[in-house]
C-alpha cells in the first residue's frame, strides 16, 4: 500500500547543528503536523533515539556528527535499525560521495541546498520503497572492495563495541573511553578483544585506519554545517 507524508508517525533527524535541525524540523512540521520528530545531535543521542523508537519510518542523518563521522553513522544504523530506511541530508554532495551512501544502504541523499519541494518527494518516494538520488549523480558504485568489507564487519559490533571502536577513532584511551561511557576499564579491554575479533584486526591503529576507510573528506563552502 503506497504511503505519503500524510501517513508519517515519526521521523528522526540526526544532525549536530541546532539551527539546521530546527530548520528542517519546521518544514517537516507543515507537511506532517501529525508526526512526531524526534531529534538526536550525536551518536550516543541517536542510538538512545532509536532504541527507543525503533518503529520510526524514516531517519534523516547528516554524515558528521560527535561519533560518526562519515558513513560509520549510516553502517551501524543500516546493520542494526534494517527496517527504518535511512535518508542522508548533507553538504557533501559530490557524486562520489552520494554513490558510496548508496553502498552502505542508504535509501536517499538529499543535498542540505535542496527545496522543500524536493525533500517532499524525495520522502514520499523513500516511504514507498523507492531510492532517491541527485540527478546528476551516476548510480554507478563508488566503493572500494576494502571499504565494502569494512563497513561489513562494523555491522557486526554491539551498538556499545561500535561507540568504543567511535572513541578509539578519535584518539581516546581506554581509561577516558571508560570515564565518558561511565564503565570500567577491564569492560573497555574486553569490548576491545571483541572488536578485535570482529574486525579481524590487532592494533588500536589499525581500528583508526580502518574507521577512517569510511571517512568522507569536507568541502570548504560546506563547512558550516
Not at 578509539?168 to 572488536?195: D, P
Amino acid at each position: 500500500m503506497n504511503q505519503s507524508l500524510s501517513d508519517v508517525h515519526s521521523i528522526i533527524i540526526a544532525d549536530d547543528h541546532p539551527l539546521f535541525r530546527s530548520a528542517l524540523c519546521a518544514a517537516l512540521q507543515q507537511d506532517v503536523p501529525n508526526a512526531q520528530i524526534i531529534q538526536a545531535h550525536d551518536l550516543p543521542s541517536l542510538q538512545e533515539k532509536v532504541e527507543q523508537h525503533d518503529d520510526a519510518q524514516l531517519i534523516l542523518l547528516d554524515l558528521h556528527m560527535p561519533g560518526a563521522e562519515g558513513f560509520s553513522g549510516l553502517v551501524f544504523l543500516v546493520a542494526h535499525y534494517p527496517h527504518i530506511p535511512v535518508v542522508i541530508v548533507s553538504a557533501h554532495d559530490q557524486g562520489d560521495v552520494v554513490r558510496r551512501a548508496m553502498d552502505h544502504g542508504a535509501s536517499g541523499f538529499l543535498s542540505k541546498s535542496s527545496s522543500i519541494e524536493e525533500m517532499e518527494q524525495a520522502i514520499n518516494m523513500v516511504l514507498n520503497g523507492g531510492v532517491w538520488m541527485p540527478t546528476h549523480v551516476s548510480q554507478n558504485s563508488a566503493s572500494s572492495a576494502n571499504e565494502m568489507n569494512i563497513a561489513q564487519a562494523l555491522g557486526q559490533l554491539t551498538p556499545q563495541q561500535f561507540r568504543v571502536a567511535s572513541m578509539v577513532s578519535q584518539g581516546l584511551l581506554n581509561k577516558q573511553i571508560a570515564y565518558e561511557l561511565n564503565v570500567t576499564e577491564a569492560t573497555i579491554k574486553a569490548h576491545m578483544t571483541e572488536i578485535f575479533r570482529k574486525l579481524g584486526l590487532h592494533s588500536r591503529t589499525q581500528v583508526v585506519k580502518a574507521m577512517s576507510e569510511l571517512a568522507v573528506q569536507p568541502v570548504h563552502d560546506a563547512s558550516q554545517f
